[in-house]
């Protein structure tokens, strides 16, 4: 995907000081989707790390049971209302960004104006 300059209407704070990381073929177990943002779910690794993970990411391998289908960091970027952003991916609502100063991580979409 071609790298997208992004403007932000919208502050927002990281959520989770560890976010889960995962490679891909990780085995996860699967828990409950988030109600706000539906495209998630709860994971725990083999290592018993937990974290949001979106779906489409996931290849069912049993019940409550997953293989990661890609490398997935679910860090947040913290951004301010008016800083710029290039985005360079999107999935189940959110955009991965990098700010001026080097910064990266996932920022909500309804945070992002093109």
């Known amino acids: 995907m071609n790298p997208i300059p992004y403007r932000v209407v919208e502050s927002w704070t990281a959520t989770y000081?560890?976010?889960i990381v995962l490679r891909a073929g990780d085995s996860?177990?699967?828990?409950?989707?988030?109600?706000?943002?539906?495209?998630?779910?709860?994971?725990?690794?083999?290592a018993g790390a937990g974290g949001w993970v979106p779906a489409?990411?996931?290849?069912?391998s049993g019940p409550g049971l997953a293989t990661a289908a890609a490398a997935y960091d679910a860090r947040e970027l913290t951004v301010k209302e008016g800083?710029?952003?290039?985005?360079?991916q999107s999935m189940a609502g959110?955009?991965?960004?990098?700010?001026?100063?080097?910064?990266?991580?996932?920022?909500?979409?309804r945070c992002l104006a093109p």
């Open 28 to 46: 996860v177990a699967v828990g409950r989707r988030d109600e706000e943002w539906p495209g998630f779910v709860w994971c725990i690794t083999e």
């Open 56 to 60: 489409e990411l996931l290849d069912s």
């Open 94 to 109: 959110w955009t991965w960004c990098e700010s001026s100063d080097r910064r990266t991580g996932w920022v909500p979409d």
């Open 83 to 88: 800083e710029s952003v290039v985005g360079s």
């Open 17 to 19: 000081d560890n976010p």
